[in-house]
C-alpha cells in the first residue's frame, strides 16, 4: 500500500516537473500549463470523496484497481498526445488540449487509489496501530514529491523507430511502472466482498489531498480515516473558521509558487526547455525535503503548539518566497525555494493540528474532511493565478505569496487562539 500511494504521487510530481519545458516547446501559453494542473485537481478534490463514499459497495480491491488503472491510462494518454506534437503531427496547441484531457482522467479515476488504500489500512488494524500505519502511508505522498522530481531527467528519451519521445518519456516510464504495482496490487491482495461498514469503525477512506510539487503530509486524512462518525462542522464555524482561511490562503501561496518555479528557473537562468529539466529537478527536490525534514524531524524536537507553528512558518515562507522572486541563480533559487517550503513544512501541520484541537472528539471527522478539502482545493485556482501573475512579471507571484504570508501572519496572531 506505501507502494501505491508512493507511485501516484511520483508519477504525478514527475509529470508535472516537466510540464513548463513540454508547454515551452509545444510553443503553448504559460498560463494553459497551469490549466492542466488546475483541472485535474479540481477534479481530484471532487472524486476523492466520491469513490470513498463507494468503498463498502465495490470492495477496497476494486477501487486501489480503478485508481492504479486511472493513473496507467491518463499517462499513457497524455504520451501519446505530447509524441504527436513533438513530431509535428498535430499542433501544439491541439496537443496540449489532449494532454488536458489525459489529465482529466487522472484528475476522475486515480482519486479511487488512496481512499481505498486508507480504508484498506484502516479496515486491518486495531486502533492502536492504526494512527501509525496511516502516518506511514501519508508520508508516501511526500517522499513521492521528491523521487518524481528526481527521476523525471532521467526518463528523457530519444527517437525511437524514428519517432521522437523526448519531453514525453516521463509519462510512458511511469506508466509502465504503473502498470507492474496494478499487477502487484491485483495478486498480492485478496478480493475482498464488499461489507457494510460498523458504526465504530466506519469505511476508514477520507479524501486524500491532491499530490503536488513542493507538498508534504499534513496528516489530515489520517485524523479523517481514524475518526468515527460524528457531529457535522461547517467552514465559517466560528471555532475553526480562522484556521480555514490561514489555510486556505497558505495554501494559495504555496500552489502560485511552486507552480510557476519551473518557469523561473528557465527564465532566470536562460536555459532551454529540454536543458532546464535537472535544475527544476533539483529546486523542487529541496524544497519537498525541506519541508519533509521539517515535518519528520524539525517539528518532533520542538515544543510548539500550533498557532506557534503557523506563525514561524508564515515568517519563513513570507522570506523563502520573496527572496525566490529576487534570485537569479540556480543556488539562490534553489535554497530560497527551500526556505519557503521549509516555513509552508511548520504551517501546514500547525493549521491541520489548530483546525482538530479546536473541537471536540465528535466532530473530528468533519474537520478533518474540512482541512483535507482546504488542501486540496489550493491546488484547483492556485496554480492559474500562480502563473497568472508570472506571465505580467515572473517576479510577481513570489512577491505576492510573500505579502500574503506576512499579512496572514499578523492576522494569524490576533485571530487564531492556543488551543486548550
Known amino acids: 500500500m506505501f507502494l501505491v500511494m508512493l507511485t501516484v ?10 510540464l513548463p519545458a513540454l508547454g515551452r516547446s509545444l510553443g503553448v501559453a504559460d498560463s494553459a500549463v497551469a490549466a492542466a494542473f488546475s483541472v485535474s485537481a479540481l477534479l481530484w478534490v471532487l472524486a476523492a470523496p466520491f469513490w470513498a463514499n463507494r468503498l463498502d459497495r465495490h470492495g477496497r480491491r476494486t477501487m486501489i484497481l480503478l485508481g492504479m488503472s486511472g493513473l496507467v491510462t491518463s ?9 504527436a506534437g513533438i513530431n509535428g503531427w498535430i499542433s501544439g496547441a491541439a496537443a496540449f488540449g489532449l494532454f488536458i484531457f489525459g489529465r482529466l482522467i487522472y484528475g476522475s479515476l486515480g482519486a479511487a487509489a488512496p481512499p481505498a ?14 494512527t501509525k500505519a496511516l502516518t506511514l502511508l501519508a508520508s508516501a505522498f511526500g517522499l513521492g514529491t521528491i523521487v518524481g522530481p528526481a527521476i523525471a531527467p532521467w526518463l528523457i528519451l530519444g527517437s525511437l523507430g524514428g519517432v521522437e519521445i523526448g519531453l514525453a518519456g516521463p509519462a510512458f516510464i511511469m506508466a509502465a511502472f504503473g502498470m507492474l504495482v496494478w499487477l502487484f496490487v491485483r495478486r498480492m491482495l485478496p478480493d475482498d466482498r464488499p461489507q457494510p461498514a460498523s458504526d465504530e469503525e466506519g469505511s476508514g477512506g477520507a479524501q486524500s489531498a491532491y499530490p503536488s510539487i513542493g507538498g508534504a ?11 468515527g462518525k460524528g457531529k457535522p462542522v461547517g467552514f465559517l464555524d466560528r471555532r475553526i473558521r480562522a484556521w480555514v ?6 495554501g494559495h501561496a504555496q500552489a502560485m509558487t511552486s507552480q510557476a518555479i519551473g518557469f523561473l528557473v528557465m527564465d532566470r537562468l536562460g536555459l532551454p526547455p529540454a536543458g532546464a529539466l535537472e535544475s527544476t529537478g533539483l529546486v523542487l527536490m529541496m524544497g519537498a525535503g525541506a519541508a519533509l525534514l521539517v515535518q519528520w524531524g524539525i517539528i518532533p524536537l520542538l515544543n510548539l503548539n500550533p498557532r506557534q507553528l503557523v506563525l514561524v512558518g508564515l515568517v519563513i515562507s513570507a522570506a523563502g518566497t520573496a527572496l525566490t522572486g529576487l534570485a537569479d541563480s540556480l543556488y539562490g533559487i534553489a535554497c ?3 526556505l519557503a517550503s521549509l ?3 511548520f504551517s501546514r501541520p500547525g493549521f491541520t493540528a489548530g483546525a482538530s484541537l479546536a473541537v471536540g472528539p465528535e466532530a473530528q471527522g468533519s474537520v478533518a474532511g474540512k482541512v483535507t478539502s482546504v488542501n486540496g482545493a489550493s491546488f484547483v485556482l492556485g496554480p492559474s493565478i500562480g ?13 505576492t505569496a510573500g505579502v500574503a504570508c506576512l499579512v496572514l501572519a499578523i492576522y494569524g496572531w490576533a485571530a487564531l487562539k492556543t488551543p486548550d
Do not use: D, H, K, W
Open 9 to 18: 504521487a511520483a508519477a504525478n510530481t514527475a509529470l508535472q516537473s516537466v
Open 117 to 130: 488504500v486508507q480504508a484498506l489500512v484502516a479496515g486491518s488494524t486495531t486502533r492502536e496501530e492504526r
Open 245 to 250: 482561511i490561514v489555510g486556505l490562503v497558505m
Open 387 to 399: 502563473v497568472g501573475l508570472y506571465e505580467a512579471q515572473n517576479a510577481l507571484p513570489y512577491l
Open 75 to 83: 499517462l499513457l494518454v497524455c504520451g501519446v498526445f505530447l509524441v
Open 217 to 227: 503530509p499534513t496528516g489530515a486524512s489520517v485524523r479523517a480515516a481514524t475518526a
Open 336 to 338: 530560497a525555494f527551500a
Open 343 to 345: 516555513g509552508f513544512g
